[in-house]
């Protein structure tokens, strides 16, 4: 059974764990509880069976969405879950009137590029060495409700 829900206390050991997996400049624990805290701040944890498959962020500024992070766990990747929570924050997002979405995402990640394609996003810009771990430039990404 497949279970969408808004990210509570209880996730964010688990999440900060999957972040280490999946980021090479993870969010920590702290970041995490900061983000439980912040008002314009929406994460839906996406469970399989009761298992954390995956979590993703989003802060609600006006009527955009800016995607913070998602992560899927090696467990459940290249299975179509990143679509569907991508989808879930967005459709949670469009309930409360949120028209656009935008994200910067790495140049070399090409499976996550592959995915913003086939939700809607198209490449808008370029943010030269934002990642500061090796001055990999992102790709920012837009899509209009």
Known sequence: MIEFLSMTESD???IAKLEKLSFALPWTESML???LENPIAEYTVMKID???AGYGGMW???EEGHITNIAVSPDFRKSGFGKMLLDEMIRKAEAKEISSFTLEVRRSNTDAVDLYK???FIEAGVRKGYYTDNN???IIMWRQG
């Open 60 to 62: 609600h500024i006006l």
């Open 118 to 120: 086939r939700a809607g």
């Open 33 to 35: 509880w900061d983000e």
């Open 136 to 138: 990999e430039d992102a």
């Open 50 to 52: 009761g298992k954390l």
């Open 12 to 14: 964010v050991e688990e």
